[in-house]
């Protein structure tokens, strides 16, 4: 059984496939798993000046599962958002904005039937959705023209698409909205953040807002092209970079006035800023920190500012995320995607992946049954190839279903949870024996352990399987950071 199992997990990552060949996609969204196969499926937006409409294509094969044609799409990558669950039928809803005939909408994730419209003055120029305590609570939050005196910040019921509030947001010239994963404020709602004066050199500012009410929960000055992002945990934190006078990047206790540090390096001030969770270890007490712009990524710490080399890429990234449950790097580029382990010393943006023709535009990772590490959708926006391609970043686990081996009543062993850098440790649950296999299906380790027995492999970079010896069943996955 174990060898069947090598001969089909092995291999370098590639396109699995590819939709709509007339092109100009340029938004994708995750939309959870519609069709109950086991793959996480996909929400895909075409500009709305192509017409092509909004769909949600099967993760696994590329197929339509539904199609919104006559919402022509959206008005940029910014403006498709995977929402809460509004209606109550286990699948997120997604909203959209336009700017041809301005308005936000809200439709149904499980048909494409449009479940609310929201006209607007101004061009809508991004949106995104939080949630609230409550089954069904859920609030779409935009941003309209916001350089014009009409222009702003807003937010809309999830239910009725009624305006809960509106911000004017200065003279703006940011198109994007941060929100947090859950809250700060102690109302139950994910709390949200964005720049304003952008360009103005005296009186750029970044705001912490409630989501819900709109409410200013923090603030602090910049300069001029500031940039932030804002998480809760483990600490609740506002992190901004910004050029011009004392340029930085820095991190803020939310709330708080004076950094926690800053780098004060100009070549440190960073168009996109995205916290990533704790990737310099488990005990660390802040968030740390993912930046991007021109043609480098780096790793800040959360602790205290550190950094070391940045990720060299041969085009400036237009995406560029942490899948957290794989500790992978995930970069899209005009030309390629990139999906290499997150390291602080000498990183390198492989493996790759070269796209099929057209210019990647946006991207998300989501799960498969079939594969061991994410599949990744890509929205492409030229007109010369295909509109949306889905990457592989490993070969499947089982080969459409036909490997079926029950997973054991009892597991004999078991990696534990958030491994350290550079190894793994496999625990003894019942008692017995596993192996550890590497995403070439070679065996680099075997466990032989009683129940509360620990034994700790050190290996190299990448995803590993632990393989139950006696059924060749897979047990666990587990990523080895940094060596």
Not at 50 to 77: E, F, R, Y
Not at 194 to 207: A, L, P, T
Not at 267 to 295: H, K, M, Q, W
Request: some cysteine; hydrophobic content about 40%.
């Amino acid at each position: 059984m174990i060898a069947l199992l090598l001969a089909i997990i092995s291999g370098p990552q590639g396109i699995l496939w590819t939709a709509f060949p007339e092109g100009c996609f340029t938004a994708v969204q995750c939309a959870g798993d519609v069709n109950g196969d086991g793959t996480g499926d996909i929400f895909t937006a075409s500009l709305e000046s192509m017409g092509v409409g909004i769909h949600c294509l099967d993760g696994l094969t590329g197929a339509v599962i539904w199609s919104n044609q006559s919402a022509l799409g959206v008005a940029g990558p910014g403006c498709l958002r995977t929402v809460g669950d509004v209606n109550l039928d286990g699948v997120p809803e997604v909203a959209a904005g336009q700017a041809g005939s301005p308005r936000v909408f809200l439709l149904c994730g499980a048909t494409g039937a449009q479940i609310w419209s929201s006209p607007q003055d101004k061009v809508v120029q991004y949106v995104e959705g939080i949630v609230g305590p409550e089954p069904g609570d859920v609030v779409v939050l935009a941003m309209k023209d916001a350089v014009s005196s009409s222009g702003g910040i807003f937010a809309l019921d999830g239910q009725s698409g009624q305006e809960l509030w509106f911000q004017w947001a200065g003279s703006t010239q940011d198109a994007w909205i941060k929100v947090t994963e859950t809250d700060i404020s102690g109302n139950g709602w994910s709390e949200m953040g964005y720049s304003i004066d952008r360009g103005s050199v005296w009186n750029g500012s970044v705001m912490v807002m409630d989501g819900y009410t709109g409410e200013l929960l923090c603030g602090q000055s910049t300069c001029y092209f500031g940039t932030m992002d804002i998480c809760d945990s483990p600490v609740p934190s506002l992190a901004v970079s910004h050029f011009g006078y004392l340029p930085g990047t820095w991190m803020v206790d939310i709330p708080g006035e004076e950094p926690v540090w800053d780098t004060g390096e100009e070549e440190f001030c960073f168009p996109n800023l995205n916290f990533i969770g704790n990737v310099t270890g488990s005990y660390s007490p802040r968030a740390d920190l993912l930046c991007y712009g021109s043609l480098h990524i780096y790793l800040i710490s959360g602790d205290n500012g550190y950094h070391d080399d940045g990720y060299p890429l041969s085009a400036v990234a237009t995406d560029c995320f942490h899948d957290g449950s794989q500790w992978r790097l995930a970069a899209l580029t005009a030309g390629t995607f990139n999906a290499p382990p997150l390291v602080f010393s000498s990183p390198a943006t492989t493996p790759q992946t070269q796209l099929p023709n057209s210019p990647g535009s946006s991207m998300c990772l989501f799960e498969s049954d079939q594969y061991p590490t994410p599949l990744v959708a890509v929205a492409m926006a030229g007109t010369t190839g295909p509109g949306i391609c889905v990457i592989h970043t490993s070969w499947p686990v089982a080969n459409g279903g036909t490997y079926s081996e029950p997973v054991p009543a009892q597991v004999p062993v078991s990696l534990v949870e958030c491994p350290g850098r550079g190894f793994l440790t496999a625990q003894g649950i019942a008692g017995g024996e596993a192996v550890i296999l590497d995403s070439a299906g070679r065996v680099v380790g075997k466990v032989m352990l009683r129940p509360g027995e620990r034994e700790a492999f050190h290996l190299p970079p990448g995803v590993y399987l632990l393989v139950d010896s006696s059924t060749g069943v897979l047990l666990q996955r587990g990523v080895v950071l940094v060596r």
